[in-house]
């Protein structure tokens, strides 16, 4: 175990020993690399487009790209939005053109692409509308924000989720069991207690997994190589000594948390600290900006509909302004939706109706609730039955909006928090003597 502890030729870190060979290797994402799914059809056919892959850290993003730029046989360009220029773009162009004349295709990938600036996104364009690369844009970001629209329409975005925990038990027994690219040559003993500790950290991460794992092992060299079985109680020390923090680790996702979890709760005090944490550590600002928009709508909601509003243009200041100014619009925001009044009802409302969706897709539409565009439709029945709102008196009337076998169906429940409470009683008054 040389190589682990103390070798003079250290090994490339195990995520990077571990990246899947091929696509067969390739854990996870079965709704773009699964059978006749998008990614996967690519691959099979040696063909690629420009595309952004959109997800969380350590979800395959860089990996699919390498994966689809060897299986067409073209040479991959590698820039950092982060570290890159208009400049580094220009020889990356330089190469491409070279590489045509002689018939090989070039595959640009483009890590954390929603850092580059307008500037430098428009400096690619015109490569990718002419076929000179094809760009492939890896982003934690929602790309609909970041990326411009001209590059935007030109690519195709497939987004991928966080690992489960399935599959991150299948990455980490592999790694255990790989005895020339994994730690299987050590025969290294973790309980079951300790390898869903393991799991349980990497939030469906799979690089933090791979880290996690590398470094508990190293911590606690002794043990590994007597065979003493390591336990969730090292897993936890390791964690607790912050080996593993860093900007997309561990401590990133229990900041966000502690903070969302604060305002939802009400108490000011908290989220401002939380949010101070998270902006001295050097987290994203945009990311905290977009995560206030989310908790506005799903936990403040019909209780403070100015919620929303405010939480929209707070992110739209930040991204004008950037930091260190851009630190107040977002304390603005947080304390105000901290002491703001809260109703779940939308966000519980919804998830009610996905469930009831996803049992009645092949339910048809009323008739009445069909637009009659056209004559044939009209004497098919469309639209019949229909009466305007408008031209009922306070603009109501009692008819069924909802399929024949949905119509005792009741989702919205509503609160009596803040200006809902206004809307839920004109509701109800409306709906009490409803005969449907």
Known sequence: MSDLFGSPAPRPPLAARMRPRNLEEFVGQSHLVGPGKPLRQMYLQRKVHSMILWGPPGTGKTTLAMLLAERVEAHLERLSAVTSGVRDLRQVVERARKLRSTGRPTVLLVDEIHRWNRAQQDAILPHVEEGLVTLIGATTENPSFEVIPALLSRTRVYRLEPLDDEALRTLLMRALKDPERGLGAYRIQLTEEAVQALIEHAHGDARSLFNAL????????????????????????????????????????????????????????????????????????????????????????????????????????????????????????????????????????????????????????????RNPVTRMMKSMGYGEGYRYAHAYPEHFVDMTFLPPSLKDLRLYEGTDQGKEKVLRARIRRLWKGRKG
């Open 214 to 369: 590398e470094t508990v092992v190293e911590l606690y060299a002794p043990e590994v190589q007597k065979g003493t079985p390591i336990g969730r109680e090292q897993v936890e020390a390791a964690y607790e000594s912050k080996a593993f923090h860093d900007k997309h680790g561990d401590l990133h996702y229990d900041l966000i948390s502690a903070f969302i979890k604060s305002v939802r709760g009400s108490d000011p005090d908290a989220a401002i600290y939380w949010l101070a944490r998270m902006l001295e550590g050097g987290e994203d600002p945009l990311f905290i900006a977009r995560r206030l928009i989310i908790l506005a709508a799903e936990d403040i909601g019909l209780a403070d509909p100015q919620a929303l509003t405010l939480a929209v243009s707070t992110f739209h200041a930040v991204h004008m302004i950037g930091l260190p100014e851009g630190a107040i619009p977002l304390a603005e925001a947080t304390i105000y939706l901290a002491a703001t009044e809260k109703s779940n009802s939308a966000y519980m409302a919804l998830k009610k109706a996905q469930e009831v969706a996803r049992k009645t897709l092949k339910e048809p539409v009323p008739l009445a609730l």
